[in-house]
């Protein structure tokens, strides 16, 4: 089941080229996160949100900027693409921290983006 | 700062042999931790949580891990190891509450190969 889809999957760009990466979910979730994969970083966490209008930021920011519109929608934007944001980026979300379900964060398949 | 710590980069074992997949966590306060798994060109998927409980977790695809207080370990296993479980595994903990946000951080990550 794809409950979060992430566009475009792979993407390449030019350096300070602005770059949205979309991310949609279906299953509700409140909460929505974005991390970065880089080899020997693991993951990073760059913006999340708590419900519609309400961003914070994460541990590596800079460059980046998020909107929450809607409850489903979480893009990301790389205002001015340079060569240290080329990475995997992952969206994620999870429900209340309540119940069975709470506390589980679930990813969608990734964005390669590669900035030239 | 709560953080994890996975020691192995790499994990090699032969199909049929049992496993162990490493990571030990430091936070403050109760840990909630996580495994997922990542398959190449994937998203990262749920495996198990420790949230409070029995200290042997059970979760996908046969995985179980051990949540061992004193040793301030969570150490993912399986019996039975299969060679479709080559991947690259994370353990994460959960960072402080924010607004409900369940926000994780994650270990770099172990790269399990299971030898046929």
Same mark, same amino acid.
């Given at each position: 089941?794809?409950?979060i889809t992430?566009s475009?999957?792979?993407k390449?760009?030019?350096?300070?080229?602005?770059v949205?990466?979309m991310?949609?979910?279906?299953?509700?979730h409140?909460?929505m996160?974005?991390y970065?994969?880089?080899? =020997?970083?693991?993951?990073?966490?760059? +913006?999340y949100?708590?419900a519609?209008d309400?961003?914070d930021k994460g541990?590596?920011?800079?460059?980046?900027?998020?909107?929450r519109?809607k409850t489903e929608n979480f893009?990301l934007?790389?205002?001015s693409?340079t060569?240290?944001?080329t990475s995997?980026?992952?969206?994620a979300?999870?429900?209340?921290?309540? =119940?069975?379900?709470?506390?589980?964060? +679930?990813?969608?398949? =990734?964005?390669?983006?590669?900035?030239? | 700062?709560?953080?994890?710590?996975?020691?192995?980069?790499?994990?090699?074992?032969?199909?049929?042999?049992? %496993?162990?997949?490493?990571?030990?966590?430091?936070?403050?306060?109760?840990?909630?931790l996580?495994?997922?798994?990542?398959?190449p060109n994937?998203?990262?998927q749920?495996l198990?949580k420790?949230?409070t409980g029995d200290?042997?977790?059970?979760?996908s695809?046969?995985f179980e891990?051990?949540?061992?207080?004193?040793?301030?370990?969570f150490?993912?296993?399986?019996?039975s190891?299969?060679?479709?479980?080559?991947? %690259?595994?994370?353990c994460?903990?959960?960072d402080?509450?924010?607004?409900?946000?369940?926000?994780?951080?994650?270990?770099?990550?172990?790269r399990?190969t299971?030898?046929?």
């Amino acid at each position: 089941d794809a409950g979060i889809t992430q566009s475009p999957r792979y993407k390449i760009t030019e350096t300070g080229r602005q770059v949205t990466l979309m991310c949609h979910q279906t299953w509700s979730h409140s909460y929505m996160f974005w991390y970065r994969q880089d080899l =020997g970083h693991g993951l990073r966490l760059i +913006y999340y949100s708590a419900a519609a209008d309400i961003t914070d930021k994460g541990e590596v920011p800079d460059g980046y900027v998020v909107s929450r519109s809607k409850t489903e929608n979480f893009p990301l934007t790389l205002e001015s693409a340079t060569r240290s944001q080329t990475s995997v980026y992952f969206c994620a979300s999870s429900h209340t921290t309540g =119940g069975i379900s709470g506390n589980t964060i +679930y990813f969608g398949e =990734g964005s390669w983006l590669t900035v030239v | 700062a709560q953080s994890v710590a996975q020691p192995e980069d790499q994990v090699n074992v032969a199909e049929g042999n049992p %496993l162990t997949v490493k990571c030990t966590y430091s936070v403050s306060g109760n840990p909630y931790l996580f495994w997922y798994v990542q398959y190449p060109n994937r998203g990262l998927q749920f495996l198990l949580k420790y949230i409070t409980g029995d200290n042997l977790v059970k979760g996908s695809y046969g995985f179980e891990a051990e949540f061992n207080k004193s040793q301030t370990s969570f150490h993912l296993k399986k019996p039975s190891a299969l060679v479709s479980d080559s991947a %690259l595994y994370f353990c994460a903990v959960r960072d402080i509450e924010i607004q409900g946000a369940q926000k994780l951080v994650f270990g770099q990550g172990t790269r399990l190969t299971i030898n046929p």
